[in-house]
């Protein structure tokens, strides 16, 4: 028991780095998000500007479920120590090639790749070696974290464009200095003796990579093959000998149905930043500059209430948590389409809300989803977390998108005293708000059957 300790107490040491690097990925991201058309015009490539956040986008949502799955396999030092020399080697290519716009492509997809496997380390030593109390705390940090670095990425973005945007890319080059901490303290072997099994983590990958690409560039092959690897896949694991997902796993109702709460209250992931943008700038003329200062808000409470998750699941209990998630969310987007017309402050209250009960349902529902898995399960646990959650959150994205340009949902008067300009986005805020109610309810009918396995 005491050598247990130890070793939890060494491994401990190791998250603050992995935090860190973490939050040089996503400061990466964003920034990148804000600035991508200031490069492609530099480069003189204006018109293939955007493949700079669109590829490591799709890259991101396809490595965030294969590396948790890895770290069932592969020691988290090793994947750690890969991870920081890949997302140096992407650093200095983009760097050294910023007088090519392809070069700096492959550079950021190189660095996005290498970026991610501090977080999936991060989640995967956290639910595989900290006790039922430390838990729900490091993984509502790891989503402050997040909201932080993100609004973080938009102000770094801004600031060094107008210095010299190549000193942007070259950012993770820091991360080197966190190498040493990371390889004295992660545990340098894994939980299961088992192979990795090349074949099937490649066959779920490719089905992975399709889906999430789909969501980009929505053509019927791509969907087609998509399907196609899944019932490969789907073959594979019934008859295989050695799946990295087995029978039993999928029998795991438990695990299956919080992954299903996890894609409803993941849903708006995507759509949230883009609707309140549009509102702000097309109905109410609001200036680029309050509408930064009002996501810098929306973004803080994400992230201070991430920081404080751990103690509030603590606190009130996980279920009662979720419940609390979820009624939040819909709560503000039924205040999102009510207050639609009354200015900035109440949009932003509402905004508030909505990612404060994104923030809280995260922890609540990845800590419940560890659970409900045996500790050598939990990185392919995450890693399909992972999956849903980016699934879900593009799903909701091309929805919303398709609402927004559907010329009938203007004629919709769903809610009252709302001006003609502001209808179709009204419908749209109510529209996420039964997608809320409905997850309130599906998690309501399947509680037990999750806190049973969990």
Same mark, same amino acid.
């Given at each position: 028991m005491a050598t247990a300790t130890l070793h939890t107490q060494q491994v401990k040491k190791s998250l603050p780095a992995l935090l860190v690097i973490f939050a040089f990925s996503i400061v990466m991201l964003q920034a990148f998000n804000l600035v991508y058309q200031n490069i492609g015009n530099a480069l003189a490539m204006p018109e293939s500007a955007a493949l700079l956040t669109a590829i490591p986008g799709i890259v991101l949502g396809i490595v965030c479920m294969l590396y948790s799955t890895l770290c069932d396999f592969i020691p988290l030092r090793g994947m750690s120590i890969f991870g920081v020399c890949i997302f140096v080697v992407g650093s200095l290519i983009g760097f050294f090639g910023s007088f090519n716009f392809w070069i700096v492509l492959v550079g950021r997809i190189i660095q996005t790749a290498g970026g991610?496997?501090?977080?999936?380390?991060?989640?995967?030593?956290?639910?595989? #070696?900290? %006790? %039922?109390?430390?838990?729900?705390? #490091?993984?509502? !940090?790891?989503?402050?974290?997040? #909201?932080?670095?993100?609004?973080?990425?938009?102000?770094? =973005?801004?600031?060094?464009?107008? !210095?010299?945007?190549? #000193?942007?890319?070259?950012?993770?080059?820091?991360?080197?200095?966190?190498?040493?901490?990371?390889?004295?303290?992660?545990?340098?072997?894994?939980?299961?003796?088992?192979?990795?099994?090349?074949? =099937?983590?490649?066959?779920?990958?490719?089905?992975?990579?399709?889906?999430?690409?789909?969501?980009?560039?929505?053509?019927?092959?791509? !969907?087609?093959?998509?399907?196609?690897?899944?019932?490969?896949?789907?073959?594979?694991?019934?008859?295989?000998?050695?799946?990295? !997902? %087995?029978?039993?796993?999928?029998?795991?109702?438990?695990?299956?149905?919080?992954?299903?709460?996890?894609? =409803?209250?993941?849903?708006?992931?995507?759509?949230?930043m883009p609707l309140f943008n549009t509102v702000c700038s097309e109905v109410h003329k609001i200036s680029i500059i309050d509408i930064s200062l009002a996501c810098g808000v929306i973004s803080l409470v994400a992230a201070v209430v991430g920081l404080m998750s751990g103690k509030l699941i603590g606190m009130l209990g996980r279920v009662p948590s979720i419940y609390t998630a979820i009624v939040l969310i819909a709560v503000g987007f039924i205040g999102f389409a009510l207050f639609i017309s009354a200015g900035l402050v109440l949009l932003t209250a509402s905004a508030s809300l909505i990612i404060a009960g994104g923030s809280l349902g995260y922890t609540a529902l990845y800590d419940c989803a560890a659970d409900t898995l045996p500790t050598e399960e939990n990185g392919r646990g995450m890693g399909i977390c992972d999956l849903i959650l980016n699934v879900s959150g593009s799903i909701g994205v091309a929805i919303y998108a398709g609402l927004l340009t559907n010329p009938s949902l203007k004629d919709m008067h769903l809610v009252p005293g709302v001006a003609a300009d502001s209808t179709s986005y009204a419908n749209i805020c109510l529209f996420f708000a039964v997608v809320a109610l409905i997850t309130l309810i599906v998690f309501a009918l399947s509680k037990k059957t999750i806190t049973k396995r969990a």
């Open positions: 991610q496997v501090a977080g999936s380390v991060f989640l995967v030593t956290t639910v595989k #070696y900290l %006790d %039922d109390k430390e838990k729900p705390i #490091y993984i509502g !940090i790891y989503g402050a974290v997040y #909201y932080f670095a993100a609004a973080l990425g938009a102000v770094t =973005g801004g600031i060094i464009t107008s !210095i010299d945007w190549r #000193y942007l890319i070259l950012i993770p080059v820091v991360s080197v200095v966190f190498l040493p901490t990371l390889i004295k303290n992660l545990p340098n072997e894994t939980s299961i003796t088992q192979k990795i099994d090349v074949f =099937g983590i490649s066959i779920f990958g490719l089905f992975a990579a399709l889906l999430v690409i789909w969501f980009s560039y929505p053509f019927v092959e791509i !969907i087609g093959a998509a399907l196609l690897f899944l019932v490969v896949f789907g073959f594979y694991v019934v008859h295989g000998k050695h799946p990295f !997902i %087995d029978v039993a796993f999928l029998k795991n109702v438990g695990f299956l149905l919080t992954v299903l709460i996890i894609f =409803g209250v993941c849903f708006f992931n995507y759509s949230l």
